[in-house]
């Protein structure tokens, strides 16, 4: 029965740890700027299928009548008719089809924004878990600290108490003791903090045990294997490219002005000698009409010119503003890689440091303890301790925070997860 309640237990807590993967999904699906950004693509779509209405012929029904006090046929003062239009393009320079071309490469392009805000709501969510386990790690730091500080207190007022150390050399421990509580205080505060922050994501409550330990593994990352990859599938890009395909297309579409418009219409009348149409004996009724028409225009103050000129200079304009992102965004790989390899080596360095403090540490309790190392000596090797603690936990983080920032600009999988 024993054996039960622990696997129940064991199988409980497992349930209900949240990973890493778990925490993006919870975000993903109730995130209100990726929620704003399906929006503007239904929109988008809707002006897609919008665009397609020049393809199809237009009908309208229009009714009139009216009455007057001068006789309008025979004896009769009113009158009346109902009529029937019916008009299809058959050419008007391929501007509805470049159009219609734009509007999709819009929508495309709305995918691909829609996409950029995921991959920016996943980085805010990356850095709060990661922001997580670096402060509880600080706290774990802290805590150890105090252990160590107190341990040496009540050591401390032993010797004090026989008459082996001074009164100043007692109350250093005391102040360092209190620092140590100070910094343990505001650690606690900065983990309640990032469970929050990451609350406010993920929009459930969070157990600091309920969260997994990420795993790290050393990979040689290359700039220009990142850069080739960051230039397939950065989202901003391709929704520049978009953008650009469908400013062409605007392009092309002004162009259709300088071309005649070509048009079919047909129109039915029936007319009345009053509000029912009745009446109109010994004269037509009705009337019907077929018509071919063909409209150029030949001079409109330079309108089509300087629309087709807009056109251009808009699209050169995006074209720049693509080439400034791409600069931005090599920039913006080359210090997160910087930031990568950096916290790399400084890992390898503060794992060293850590083991040669505690090495330390450990030489300078047994000194102190036989009263052949001063207090100040001793305080020091614990202070020098609790840094090479946290080097370690900054250079560990760093590591994935970087990795978490390069994932983002190249939008491509780098992270050992849980």
Do not use: W
């Not at 070509?262 to 009337?287: E, S």
């Not at 089509?304 to 699209?315: G, H, I, P, T, Y």
């Amino acid at each position: 029965m024993i054996r039960f309640l622990l696997v129940l237990l064991l199988c409980y807590g497992i349930a209900n740890a949240l990973s890493l993967q778990e925490a993006l999904d919870l975000t993903l699906r109730h995130n209100p700027s990726i929620k704003e950004q399906e929006y503007l693509l239904q929109e988008s779509r809707a002006n897609y299928k919008a665009y397609q209405s020049p393809f199809y012929p237009s009908l309208n029904l229009t009714y009139a009548t009216q009455k007057s006090n001068r006789i309008q046929r025979a004896d009769k003062k009113t009158s009346g008719n109902l009529g029937g239009n019916v008009q299809y393009n058959l050419f008007n320079g391929f501007s509805d089809v470049y159009n219609l071309k734009s509007a999709k490469a819009l929508l495309e392009s709305q995918n691909y924004q829609l996409e950029a805000t995921k991959e920016d709501v996943i980085l805010l969510v990356k850095s709060a878990y990661i922001d997580v386990l670096r402060q509880a790690q600080n706290v774990e730091i802290a805590e150890q600290s105090r252990v160590l500080l107190e341990e040496q207190r009540r050591q401390n007022a032993e010797f004090y108490r026989v008459g082996l150390i001074q009164k100043n050399d007692l109350l250093k421990i005391e102040v360092e003791l209190n620092n140590t509580l100070q910094t343990l205080l505001s650690h606690k505060s900065a983990l309640n903090y990032a469970l929050r922050n990451l609350e406010r994501y993920t929009r459930t409550k969070i157990a600091l045990e309920d969260l997994e330990e990420l795993q790290l593994k050393r990979q040689n990352l290359k700039f220009e294997n990142l850069k080739k990859e960051m230039l397939q599938r950065r989202a901003e890009l391709l929704f520049m490219d978009k953008i650009i395909k469908s400013k062409t297309y605007l392009v092309q579409s002004a162009k259709g002005n300088f071309l005649p418009e070509v048009d079919v219409v047909g129109d039915y009348t029936r007319y009345g000698d009053d509000y029912a149409l009745r009446g109109r004996d010994g004269i037509y009724k009705d009337k019907t009409n077929v018509q071919l028409s063909l409209s150029l225009n030949l001079f409109n103050g330079f309108s089509d010119r300087f629309k087709l000129e807009s056109a251009q200079m808009n699209r050169l304009a995006f074209e720049s503003q693509r080439i400034a992102l791409i600069e931005d965004l090599e920039l913006q790989l080359f210090s997160a890689l910087e930031n990568y390899n950096l916290a790399l080596n400084a890992l390898e360095i503060s794992k060293l440091a850590r083991a040669q403090a505690e090495e330390n540490y450990r030489i300078s309790k047994n000194r102190y303890a036989q009263r052949i190392e001063s207090t100040s000596d001793f305080l020091d090797a614990e202070l020098s301790l609790t840094q090479a603690r946290s080097k370690v936990v900054i250079n560990t983080y760093a590591i994935m925070e970087s990795l978490a920032q390069l994932e983002r600009i190249t939008q491509t999988a780098l992270m050992i997860r849980q």
